[in-house]
């Protein structure tokens, strides 16, 4: 399947994504970011390379964040340290997110439209006006297409064996962006042995590969077992991230349970799982087994959340998309023969039209506590050299506090937030 001229409607989210972008983003880096942009100002004032890699920083809290560190070096030297920079690398994970979804599920632009719609939300707004989060963002696109990656495989001959090398890399990008990329070893399990593609025999074996390097990347990059082990919380976590992806929400949500959120939530899940167990009745599991994955995926990647954070972030959210994408997805190859076989499809897009009321909301809303936020630090640090005695508007970091000598590398370099002084 290739894109054709009619694909271009695919890109009107994306256009909506980057004026939000425009109107609100801030050119400062924040908090985390402050961690990247530490990293290059050694790289810069290192007299080696190897000493200098040795002292940048490759991780940050439970997560490895390696590749998107080493992207940020020649991307925010070339725009001077704009965080509107890494911004665009968040949107450019979503499209890519999109284009696999469209060359690889949908037959058609009309059906890849509603994903469109749902991946580049503003609903989601904190990875639109927070640089720091395109990690999130690589994570997500490296194992959306590794995924992809995998099930295209039709044996394992030698040359199938690269492409298999290939996919597993892919995710192994993910990981290596942020460590929730690790779910889509176990939904690429589940999809091997869901595929008709592949001899029984070779399906298991690649699904017990798939779980040995989930076994290894958690033991490798996880901050060990999650702290809040109640998996009826978890269950209507998880439903609030699906639902607050579409309506969106404040900055952190605190509390789970049965509200309009998790119901909206259940509305993409419950068909999803309907569609799956139609297909699998019916003999015809390998045809959804690509969007099955993405969809367990962010499950996955989201109840690991939900066990190791006492809240539901805004940018959390950016691992609920691969999962209410992969829902529709699954609705929409389920073989439908039978009346009944598309109601899921049904009811899932009836839950994206609320979409339309959550670019409302980001737009004159949610996004509005973010800016107030992002402005005070921003504010701060435009401020620091003359007062670096003021109270600082943002949480604590991992060590990382900005300083003077942000400050002055940032003024050194004309990010735009300086450029005035």
Known sequence: MKLGPRDAVLVAPAVVAAIFVYLYALPNPTSDEWLLLRNAMI???????????????????????????????????????????????????????????????????????????????????????????????FSVAFAVMGLAVLHSARGLA??????????????????????????????????????????????????VISLALFV??????????????????????????????IVSAPIAIYEFGVNPRSLLGALIAVPALVAAGMAARNGQLASVALPLALFLFGIGAVAAIAMSREYLANWHLQYALPAICGAYGVAYALPKRRRAEMLPLAVIVGAFVMAVYGY????????????????????????????????????????WDFDAEMARFLIEKRNPLFRSD
């Open 360 to 399: 409302g909301t980001a737009f004159t809303r949610h996004r509005a506590d973010y800016q107030r936020y992002s402005g005070a630090v921003a504010l701060y640090m435009k401020s620091y050299l003359a007062a670096p005695d003021m109270m600082k508007p943002y949480p604590p970091t991992g060590g």
């Open 158 to 207: 030698l040359r199938q064996w690269v492409r298999l090398s290939g996919g597993f890399a892919l995710i192994g990008l993910g990981i290596g962006s942020s460590a929730g990329a690790a779910f889509a070893l176990p939904a690429a399990a589940v999809m091997f042995l869901a595929s008709d593609r592949l001899p029984r025999r070779e399906r298991l074996l690649l699904a």
């Open 216 to 245: 290894v990347a958690v033991a490798a990059f996880s901050g060990g077992a999650g702290r809040i082990l109640d998996p009826i919380r978890t269950a209507f976590y998880v439903l609030d991230a699906l639902g607050t992806a």
């Open 43 to 137: 790289l810069q004032r290192s007299d080696s390379l190897s000493g200098a890699l040795g002292a940048m920083s490759f991780r940050i809290y439970d997560h490895p964040i390696l590749v998107p560190a080493l992207v940020y070096l020649p991307v925010a030297e070339v725009f001077n340290y704009d965080s509107r920079a890494t911004i665009a690398l968040t949107l450019l994970a979503l499209f890519a997110v999109l284009v696999v979804f469209r060359l690889t599920i949908t037959r058609s632009t009309a059906s890849a439209f509603p994903v469109a719609v749902v991946l580049f939300s503003p609903a989601v707004y904190v990875p639109l006006l927070w640089g720091f989060q395109f990690t999130l963002g």
